[in-house]
C-alpha cells in the first residue's frame, strides 16, 4: 500500500519549511525523488531539505554540473535530470553511486528516468497551484519507512 499526503505551499519560504521538515526526519538510504515543471519549487524544496540535514551552504540547482554533494548530518547528492533523456544516461552519470545506504539523494526532474530508482523511494510531484501563487504538492511513499516519514511529516506540519 502507498501512503500519500497532498501539502500546497503558499511561498517559497513555506516550501522551504516543509523540506526542512522532511530533512529534519532523514536518513541514510533515503531518496527523494522530485518532478514537475520549470518554476514548481523543486530546488526550493531541496534546499529546504538539505537545512534540515544540517547543511550551512544554499544548495543551487546543478543543471550544468548534473550531480552536486553536500555535506551535513549525512552527506547529500543533489542529482538535476533536466538535461537527461533516459535510464541509461542517468546511471552513465555514476547516479548508482548516489543511491546507497549511507547517503541521502534527492534528484529534481526524476521523471526522466523512473526506471533507475528504487521502489524504496519518497516522490513528490510539484505543480503550479491557482494563478502561480501557490504550490502543489503530492507526496507518495514507496514504502514503510517513507510512509513513516510522511507521517511525522503531517503530524509535524499540524502542531506547527
Not at 89 to 101: F, I, K, V, Y
Not at 125 to 130: I, L, P, S, Y
Request: with cysteine; hydrophobic share 40%.
Amino acid at each position: 500500500m502507498t501512503a500519500s499526503l497532498e501539502i500546497v505551499s503558499r511561498s517559497p519560504e513555506e516550501t522551504q519549511d516543509i523540506g526542512r521538515l522532511l530533512g529534519a526526519s532523514a536518513a541514510p538510504g533515503d531518496v527523494f525523488l522530485l518532478t514537475g515543471p520549470l518554476g514548481a519549487g523543486k530546488t526550493c524544496l531541496t534546499q529546504g531539505i538539505a537545512w534540515g540535514l544540517g547543511v550551512k551552504e544554499h544548495a543551487r540547482s546543478p543543471t550544468f554540473v548534473l550531480i552536486a554533494r553536500y555535506s551535513g548530518r549525512l552527506t547529500i547528492h543533489h542529482v538535476d535530470l533536466f538535461r537527461i533523456e533516459d535510464a541509461a544516461q542517468a546511471l552513465d552519470l555514476g547516479l548508482e553511486d548516489c543511491l546507497n545506504d549511507e547517503d541521502v539523494c534527492i534528484v529534481e526532474w526524476a521523471d526522466r528516468a523512473t526506471e533507475a530508482f528504487p521502489r524504496q523511494s519518497l516522490r513528490i510531484d510539484m505543480e503550479h497551484g491557482q494563478e502561480g501563487q501557490t504550490r502543489r504538492m503530492k507526496l507518495s511513499a514507496g514504502g514503510g519507512r517513507h510512509a513513516r516519514l510522511l507521517s511525522d511529516l503531517a503530524a509535524r506540519r499540524k502542531g506547527a
